[in-house]
């Protein structure tokens, strides 16, 4: 996350991570610009490398060799990594309006998302046809392709790609490679695998040298694909009863030409012509008519020049150019170089693609070709080689980073020399408001002009959840807040505050809101409301109200799913965001749960798997991978609020929630508390994904060591610490899961029912045992 004493001044925000954009994410790293908060919006965690993506449907690659991991080359960039998908732009407040969650605001704002095929106008492709784009769907529905037959290869596989362009030829070489394979690992003969190519022009490739496209129709025909040239689908057709040919509905698919040709498939790709996402045009850009942003050569926005846009999604009108991805790349340093010249109050400098380019198209097989403008070679496997290695190098940019290079490393090192020295002057002089010293104590508050506007548009924006037990709250200007306790209940209380351990507030704000909240859960109470505590980093007013805006929606937003209020609170500023909030709840006294209530017998019920402590650790490091994060997320952002009212109904008798101690220190407690041995196993663990590989590599949380003292209530401890997954007793959890006792004749079913509430991580991890002379843990 984002951590300086420089305050922030402007607001770049990048939406997609394409290629462009990834470039760019590597040299805003390298070469940090101070005061600029950096934002990518992203709705995928790893995006593809198209020069590799034909030869990972092959076979050839795995998901790692051809993805570009966003979540820690957003790290290296220190930019701020939000998980969503835009859906529009309001361009008169310069805002990005977010699908799931408030919109965001921008100074200056880059628009790298690619395109989609047009394919909703045929008659039945919306329902039939599984396009290629976007490219993570398409690639889950291949890999479910490919286990289907891989279990079932005796049968007939009729496959139709619709596209004669370069995606739809490379699709259809790449198939075919991969699934020829797995018939002949299988002894299947060959003719069970029928592959038609639909294309309305009269050549393949029809954008590229003709040399290009009738080779490649030689080489598709070599292989038995059945090509369907000057053809054009008009139509697609489930056939009922059909059996299970089609992957989602089991139907076959008929596939209508204009002319009058059927073609009965098992399953349908869709290559066609590229399209823009409609929001870019209904937001006001200029666009073209496919709905591309039409940008200047210094990849500006004709109507909005805070705007700029690149790769697939970009249209430069004096150099008009093919949606390939090796023009992607090349907009990448000139993009960067525009929005760092923007940022600094520079003129931004024109940019003139080049016209003819080296295309390599692999086969699938380990050989590729070669073509540039008339002339092509191929295809040989010493070009598939040459390929590998421009491929491969271009990967390494983003999965080799140095920390020490980036921002995060000089921030760890504390180095303000060299370029940040250089630019800050130029990014800073237009604010002189902004002091260059930052005071403490009172005149650290947040000022009352920030609270006010984020409050008033909190109260705006979410609905009416107040309570009758709140006599004074946010809507009054009273020095302090009035709750009401009905007589036949008593209040819980209890209170966590932590630095941000990831840059999006929102985020941020609902898991600190989960994780405080969980206290209330684990004694059996019903939040009734919370005060907040907030430190926001420094920054103009304006920045300053955005912060503190989302990370109070996200926390706002938790408390509400909870029926629970927030009352008022107390806003500070300083160098880095950290956040908590001081919870109350209500409970009768014959419902209230503790820790000492384990009974001879009882399960031991966990309801989330463990591992944030270490994997956000790696994450710091930038060695965590970004789709292990955001399965973390996930669990963090679930409230444990649904498993406490499941445990109840099961009649838990003791209850913990598991958070900074780890599992085995808060374990620790319930046994201290009750006076109970408890057999623990290992083995039944559930671990968020990732968990296990950072702990082995030796990535520990700061709080472990502390946390690794209750190891000496370990019965067997040098057994135990034989165990890989012994150091994650001691892994220090955020919104972690609650940790119950059950009586074991209903164990069973309250797993099932946990898990059928989304808990799907819920396991019996060990028993209670009579009681010793000295309660201890044994490890099994």
């Given at each position: ?15 997609g ?8 994410l ?18 995928v965690?790893?995006t ?6 034909p ?17 820690p ?12 998908q ?5 361009l ?11 919109s ?22 919306a ?8 490219i993570s ?6 890999e ?23 995606g739809?030829?490379?699709?259809a ?30 050549r393949?490739?029809?954008e590229r ?8 129709e ?17 139509g697609?057709e ?5 059996g ?13 030409c204009e ?7 098992d ?7 590229a ?6 045009r209904?937001?006001?850009l ?5 709905g ?5 050569d ?14 697939d ?24 170089q ?46 598939w080689?040459?390929k590998?290695r ?11 980073l ?11 090192a504390?180095d ?7 630019v ?5 002089e237009?604010?002189p ?10 005149g ?14 909190i109260?705006?924006?979410q ?11 946010l ?20 209170i ?10 929102f985020?941020f ?8 909240l ?12 919370a005060?907040a505590?907030a ?11 955005e912060?503190l805006?989302q990370?109070?929606s996200g926390a ?24 908590g ?20 017998g ?10 944030t ?44 929630d ?49 946390n690794?003292?209750a ?5 067997n401890l040098?057994?135990?610490t ?6 994650l ?14 009586a074991?004749?209903?164990t ?15 396991r019996?991890?060990?028993v ?13």
């Amino acid at each position: 996350m984002q951590s300086t004493s420089q305050p922030i001044v402007k607001d770049l925000v990048l939406i997609g991570g394409g290629h462009s954009h990834a470039i760019a994410l590597k040299q805003f790293g390298m070469n940090p610009l101070p005061g600029v908060r950096l934002t990518l919006i992203t709705d995928v965690y790893h995006t593809p490398y198209s020069g590799m993506l034909p030869g990972y449907v092959a076979g050839l690659y795995n998901f790692d060799d051809c993805h570009i991991d966003l979540r820690p080359l957003a790290e290296f960039a220190g930019a701020t990594m939000i998980a969503s998908q835009a859906v529009g732009l309001d361009l008169k407040s310069q805002r990005v309006l977010l699908i799931d969650r408030p919109s965001l605001s921008f100074d200056l704002l880059s628009i790298d998302i690619g395109s989609t095929p047009s394919t909703l106008t045929v008659p039945g492709a919306a329902k039939y046809a599984i396009p290629v784009k976007p490219i993570s769907k398409f690639l889950q529905r291949w890999e479910t392709l490919v286990a289907q037959v891989e279990q079932r290869p005796k049968r007939l596989l009729r496959i139709a790609i619709v596209g004669g362009g370069a995606g739809g030829v490379e699709l259809a070489l790449s198939v075919q490679a991969r699934l020829q394979r797995l018939y002949e690992a299988s002894h299947s003969p060959p003719s069970l695998l029928e592959l038609h190519l639909f294309h309305r022009g009269q050549r393949l490739l029809p954008e590229r040298g003709r040399w290009l496209g009738d080779r490649l129709e030689h080489l598709l025909q070599q292989r038995g694909v059945r090509l369907h040239l000057q053809e054009t689908v008009c139509g697609l057709e489930g056939i009922a009863g059909s059996g299970d040919g089609g992957l989602e509905t089991g139907e076959a698919v008929t596939v209508h030409c204009e002319s009058g040709l059927v073609v009965t498939c098992d399953v349908v790709f869709w290559v066609t012509q590229a399209a823009a996402a409609p929001w870019l045009r209904d937001s006001g850009l200029d666009t073209d008519d496919r709905g591309f942003v039409q940008v200047s050569d210094t990849l500006q926005s004709l109507s909005h020049p805070q705007v700029l846009a690149a790769g697939d999604v970009a249209t430069m009108v004096n150099y008009p150019r093919p949606k390939a991805g090796v023009f992607a790349v090349r907009h990448g340093k000139p993009l960067y170089q525009n929005l760092r010249r923007l940022l600094l109050n520079q003129a931004p400098q024109p940019f003139v693609p080049q016209k003819e380019f080296l295309i390599l198209i692999g086969m699938g097989d380990r050989s590729a070709l070669a073509s540039r403008g008339r002339f092509g070679l191929g295809p040989y496997s010493w070009i598939w080689r040459w390929k590998e290695r421009i491929d491969r190098r271009f990967m390494e940019k983003f999965s080799k980073l140095d920390m020490g290079n980036g921002r995060l490393g000089r921030r760890k090192a504390g180095d303000r020399s060299g370029k940040i020295a250089t630019v800050r002057p130029m990014l800073t002089e237009a604010y002189p408001s902004i002091p260059a010293m930052h005071c403490a104590g009172c005149g650290s508050k947040v000022g009352s002009s920030v609270l006010e506007r984020v409050l008033a548009r909190i109260r705006q924006e979410q609905p009416d959840r107040s309570r009758d037990d709140i006599l004074v709250g946010l809507d009054t200007p009273d020095d302090a807040a009035v709750v009401s306790v009905p007589a036949d209940q008593v209040m819980v209380q209890t209170i966590d505050q932590f630095r941000a351990l990831l840059s999006d507030p929102f985020v941020f704000g609902k898991i600190a809101a989960n994780h405080c909240l969980s206290d209330l859960f684990a004694m059996g109470a019903n939040p009734q409301s919370a005060l907040a505590v907030a430190t926001i980093p420094y920054g103009l007013e304006s920045k300053q109200a955005e912060t503190l805006y989302q990370l109070l929606s996200g926390a706002v937003q938790v408390l509400q799913q909870s029926n629970a209020v927030l009352i008022g609170g107390h806003t500070t500023e300083g160098a880095e965001l950290s956040f908590g909030l001081s919870c109350n709840g209500l409970v009768t006294p014959d419902r209230l749960w503790r820790k000492g209530g384990m009974q001879p017998g009882d399960s031991l019920i966990l309801t989330k798997a463990i591992g944030t402590g270490t994997l956000f650790a790696a994450d710091m490091r930038l060695q965590a991978k970004g789709r292990w994060i955001e399965g973390a997320i996930d669990s963090m952002l679930q409230s444990n609020q649904a498993a406490a009212d499941c445990l109840r109904e099961y009649q838990a008798t003791a209850c913990t929630d598991v958070t900074g101690f780890g599992l085995l220190g808060h374990l620790a407690e319930m046994v201290r508390s009750s006076g109970m041995s408890v057999g623990l196993d290992l083995n039944a663990l559930p671990i968020l994904e990732g968990a296990k590989e950072t702990a082995q590599q030796g990535i520990l949380s700061s709080l472990h060591l502390q946390n690794q003292q209750a190891s000496h209530l370990i019965k067997n401890l040098d057994a135990a610490t034989r165990h890989p997954l012994y150091p994650l007793l001691f892994d220090p959890q955020t919104s972690g899961g609650l940790l119950a006792t059950v009586a074991a004749s209903c164990t069973s079913e309250c797993l099932f029912a946990l898990k059928a509430l989304g808990y799907d991580q819920s396991r019996a991890i060990g028993v209670v045992l009579p009681s010793l002379e000295t309660p201890c843990i044994e490890i099994r």
